[in-house]
């Protein structure tokens, strides 16, 4: 069977992404890997072993152009309310808290956050299928 290792996404600067995903989500470099023409670098935590993949392509100055699917990356904390705060007071601009019902009862409670290169980070409460 499968398993999930990574996600990559590609990003302008790697001190800003590295910054912004500690920060935001208290990933920190789990290896760096330096090629002739971009650079990888793995992102992970004790929460799980799940890691993301930052590539950074030297010579690039232009933004990504990240397209109009809805594609992004999601987390689950204990305490989505606190966790928003938490952002809030560092500057991340996180979005809206938004409650998701469905029957009359709670499917999901998130926000969303971006990165410096746009993109989008869902924060989820621990609850239901998003434990």
Not at 12 to 30: H, I, N, P, Q, T
Request: glycine share 8%.
């Amino acid at each position: 069977m499968a398993k999930m290792i990574h996600s990559m996404i590609r990003v302008l600067d790697e001190a800003r992404s590295v910054e912004f995903y500690s920060k935001a989500f208290g990933l920190s470099v789990a290896d760096r890997v330096d090629f002739e023409t971009f650079t990888l670098i793995y992102l992970n935590n004790a929460e799980t072993g799940f890691e993301l993949e930052l590539t950074v392509n030297k010579g690039r100055t232009e933004p990504y152009n990240l397209g109009n699917a809805y594609g992004h990356l999601a987390v689950s904390v204990e305490e989505v309310a606190v966790e928003r705060e938490r952002m809030l007071k560092l500057g991340l601009k996180p979005g809206e808290l938004v409650e998701l019902n469905r029957d009359g009862r709670l499917f999901g409670l998130f926000f969303f956050v971006s990165d410096p290169d746009g993109y989008k980070i869902e924060v989820l409460q621990r609850h239901g299928r998003f434990l």
